[in-house]
């Protein structure tokens, strides 16, 4: 019971850290530019080709099954160190979410309005 309670904890943190880390991006962006006022848009952002998506679709789950089974150890064997390697692996899912379109790597382009 108590490792659930420290893994929920845990996660929490991560979560919140997530959450902070994506506040303080879009205050510097608001210091750039003034979002209010450009003109509404819609943008399709993809992969240039379909290995690179692949790649980090495989990566991405393999990482979300990595951190599901050291949680998984956590509560059944009560392990600090599972918990600290599911902590890890989810923080490179936050890595994954901004590597995933980088710059040079993805094009965007507007959408047609219909």
Request: glycine share 4%.
């Amino acid at each position: 019971m108590i490792n659930s309670v420290i893994l929920i904890f845990a996660l929490t943190i991560t979560l919140l850290m997530r959450l902070y880390y994506c506040k303080r991006n879009k205050e510097k962006m608001n210091k750039i530019i003034t979002r209010n006022q450009l003109k509404s848009e819609k943008l399709v952002i993809r992969p240039n080709n379909l290995i690179y998506f692949l790649k980090f679709s495989l990566m991405y789950m393999f990482v979300m099954v990595m951190g599901a089974v050291c949680i998984a150890g956590f509560i059944s064997i009560g392990n600090v160190i599972m918990l600290l390697l599911a902590i890890v692996f989810f923080l490179f899912i936050l890595v994954f979410n901004t590597v995933t379109v980088m710059p040079g790597q993805a094009y965007g382009k507007l959408a047609n309005p219909k």
